[in-house]
């Protein structure tokens, strides 16, 4: 019987005794099918390595190691590990590793665990992970801002963070977030997932996202700290024009300045900060980044 059966998943719960930790975020995926969009999302090969932040009880992995040549788990509570050892305990390509994701330096781990094949100097790998919601956006944001050899990444979110991360200018998701994201990868969402797809339900809707490591930025910046300024400054206080956010953001630029230089490069000073794309983003931060 697989792990995602439900009743599978409540008797190895109870056998070991195991308590969902809240503070944790733990959700154990039980769907059959969101498993499956999952791996063929993630488009797994015997040729790939993948790396699974918060395995649970081993549902999804147990999915990526019939398909993929080599796991790599990482997971934050040791309470788990015994269950893991009894549910992944004969997948032969599958290393369970207990550490903070958010303090790993994943190239490495992966580097040290494939014996050199995968990481810096050999080959790309990806991340497939039913990620803790409540440190989703810290966790993809270390994936993607460290320079990892990252080919992709299909990860389980909440709803409305998958949303803001594929989100278009122009609408209330767009933020600062859907700015990062995109500026490092494409973005898709793949499906969405409701709460009865897992155990314990979680209070928030779910969805499955896409992300395609870009080989390069999805636009050319001078310096990507003053990009992220200008972007962090112009979402700060979405009801105030650009300009007056600008002014307000702490670069030392007077307001007279502010205007003549945003008419130099005919992006009116009255809009909101989220109707400006990537390339309007740059191209004032490039700017700055020239007089300052």
Do not use: C
Not at 3 to 10: D, G, K, N
Not at 116 to 135: E, T
Request: glycine share 10%; hydrophobic share 40%.
């Amino acid at each position: 019987m697989k792990l995602s059966s439900a009743v599978r998943t409540r008797a190895i719960i109870q056998k070991h005794g195991f308590r969902f930790k809240k503070s944790l975020g733990q959700n154990f995926l039980i769907d059959d099918g969101t498993l499956q969009q999952i791996t063929g999302a993630a488009e797994l090969s015997p040729r790939d390595l993948v790396v699974e932040i918060g395995p649970g009880i081993g549902t999804l992995t147990e999915r990526l190691a019939e398909v993929s040549g080599q796991i790599i788990v990482v997971e934050i509570d040791q309470n788990l590990l015994p269950i893991l050892q009894e549910t992944l305990g004969n997948w032969e390509n599958v290393q369970v590793y207990l550490g903070d994701i958010l303090k790993i330096n994943l190239d490495q781990l992966v580097l040290e665990k494939s014996e050199g094949q995968f990481g810096p100097g050999g080959k790309r790998y990806k991340v497939v992970a039913n990620l803790p919601y409540y440190i989703t956006t810290p966790i993809v944001m270390k994936l993607l801002e460290e320079g990892y050899h990252l080919e992709s990444m299909v990860i389980m979110v909440q709803k409305e963070v998958a949303e803001r991360m594929v989100a278009p200018p122009g609408g209330k998701e767009y933020g600062a977030l859907s700015v990062a994201v995109q500026y490092y990868s494409r973005s898709e969402i793949v499906t969405r997932v409701p709460k009865g797809a897992f155990l314990p339900p979680p209070e928030v809707e779910s969805a499955v996202v896409k992300l395609i490591k870009r080989n390069e930025p999805a636009v050319s910046v001078t310096s990507e700290t003053m990009f992220f300024r200008v972007v962090k400054a112009a979402f700060a206080q979405r009801r105030k024009t650009l300009l007056n956010a600008l002014v307000n953001g702490g670069f030392g630029i007077e307001k007279q300045k502010w205007g003549e230089l945003l008419g130099r490069l005919n992006i009116d000073g009255q809009r909101r900060g989220e109707t400006l794309g990537l390339e309007e983003f740059a191209a004032i931060a490039n700017r700055i980044s020239a007089v300052l």
